[in-house]
């Protein structure tokens, strides 16, 4: 998947768990070319492969390769992600599931997730299994050691005297810690296997959840499906072209030529793209340099004028007029009716 990302409460709480074991914190984000701002809105999004080299860095500065087992463990979802908070909303194993894979990309994007289901639930033989669907596992193996300790890790700490996990299959051979994967886990594994699946107590999807809150589960709800409004838009073609001209909105001469260019693409085939996406480049940037010049205004940081400057306008009495169109508001009363 291009441009994957990790949500990041994830990124953040590993961070925490790395330091906690050692680690030390500036030399983990200069490692991973991280820095703490990037990390104060635990839904906003940080590339996937930021968030393996961070994984490999702190394995090394901790010495524990196994820290991302520990951190699956040892931290609590509800407290990273509000995929979390709905899964704990649930009223039994297989709705958990069910929301789990509906948002499963709030919490790390995956190319599966394109095609079908992350996790699935096998029942073949009697038996119960959770398999992980990711393809080319044996690339980010973290990824799935993460998720099945995770899933141990929230049984273990809401259900402490009843078994969930009963053995574990990965598609990797052993590595140097693999007998951590016993003590931290606490079920056999199996190395080398053809797919990566949990083995769970049967009984699980029959028992309902305790405490459990159909209008908690509705706010967690709307707050995810916004959310995946907004994932979805970052990977279309519109999301693409805000991401790239947004540095640039101050030049005021942003052209779809240029633009079109600098993406690897003709300007015909940008149009074609942004036509079956049921908008045009000059919308698209009319409506960027709106949404922009609320943010700035309703922030109060800059003035009317810095703000004109700052979303592309050489006149003051331009972005006036072009203000008025967008909101019926001049600048000055918009920004003084904020907050």
Known sequence: MKNASVAAGIVRAFLDVAVAHGADRATLLSRSALNGEMMDDQDARIPLGTWQVLIHAAAELTGDPAIALHYATGTRIEQISIVGLITHSCASMADSMAQLNRYAKLMIEVDVMDRGERFTVDTTGGEVWIVDNRPDPNAFPEITEIAFGRFIGEFR????????????????????????????????????????????????LTVPFDETSSYVFGIFAERADALMAELERAQSMRGRIEAHIL?????????????????????????????????????????????????????????VNQTAYLVGFSESSSFVRAFRRWTGMTPLEFRNGAG
Not at 172 to 194: K, M, Q, S
Not at 283 to 288: F, Q, R, S
């Open 157 to 204: 700490r809401h259900f402490p005297d009843a078994e969930f996990a009963k053995e574990i299959q990965v598609t990797w051979p052993p590595p140097a810690h693999a007998a951590a994967y016993g003590e931290i886990l606490r079920v056999p594994v199996t190395f080398n296997h053809h797919r990566n699946a949990l083995r769970m107590a049967p009984e699980w």
């Open 247 to 303: 540095p640039l909105l101050h030049r005021g001469d942003i052209g779809m030529d240029a633009v079109a260019s600098d993406l690897g693409m003709s300007r015909q085939t940008l149009y074609r793209r942004l036509r079956d996406e049921g908008i045009t480049f000059a919308t698209l940037l009319d409506d960027l340099r709106h949404r922009m010049a609320a943010d700035y205004l309703r922030a109060r940081k800059v003035s």
